[in-house]
Structures are given as structure tokens and as C-alpha cells.
């Protein structure tokens, strides 16, 4: 299990697993999680789970099994939230927020991502 996020967060809570932090956008992070499909991996969580849209926060972590083979339905998931993501980032700006709230995505996200984490174990 691999675990990609730019969440730092994420990587300061989350010793006990494999993360790759890069320190990069939300959509970023989905083709980052696209090109490790495209390598093999397959998802274990949904690109878009959650219900902070993605002009909502900057932050977005995603679980992957290590696999050999391309899995289609991973990569059909990935590619549709990558379209949805651009067009909420198209049609949507990104707020300037507060440090503050910075700080509230990255433990919200961070939270949805132990409590998913839970449920594999």
C-alpha cells in the first residue's frame, strides 16, 4: 500500500505507511496517482471521496495497492475525477483562505484518510 498526498500533514501523522508527500496542487496529486495507475498500481480509495469539492481545499490524498498490471476500472475512476476537478477549478476560483483554514483542510483530509485506513486493517 502506497499512500500520495500533498498534505504535510498526511506525512508528519501517517509514519507507519509508505507516503509520498510532494509538495504540489490537488490536481496534480490526481495525475501523480494517473501515472502510478498507469504503472501498475491500483486505487484503494475513491480520487474524490469526501465531501470538500475540489476548489474547496488544496489538499487531496489518495490510497494505492502495488500491482502489476493496468487495472481499468482504477483508471477510469482517475480520469474521470481528474475531468471533474478541472472543471471545478475551471468554473470555480480558488479562495485565498486564512492560515487557519489551510490548517483545518489538512486535518480534515488528514482525517478521512485514518478513517478510511481503519477500515483495511
Known sequence: MVIITNNPLVKEKLT???VEFEDCS???????????????????THPLYGSVKPYETMYRTVVLEEGK?????????IEDA??????????KRMR???ESVIEDFQV??????????????
Do not use: A
Not at 26 to 44: C, E
Open 82 to 91: 481528474i475531468v471533474v476537478t478541472e472543471t471545478f477549478i475551471r468554473n
Open 69 to 77: 498490471d493496468l487495472d481499468l476500472e482504477s483508471l477510469s475512476l
Open 26 to 44: 490537488y490536481i496534480d496529486i490526481l495525475n501523480k496517482v494517473r501515472y502510478k495507475i498507469h504503472s501498475g498500481h491500483r486505487l484503494m
Open 108 to 121: 480534515i483530509d488528514l482525517d478521512l484518510i485514518e478513517q478510511t485506513l481503519q477500515r483495511f486493517i
Open 16 to 18: 507507519q505507511y509508505v
Open 96 to 98: 485565498n483562505w486564512p
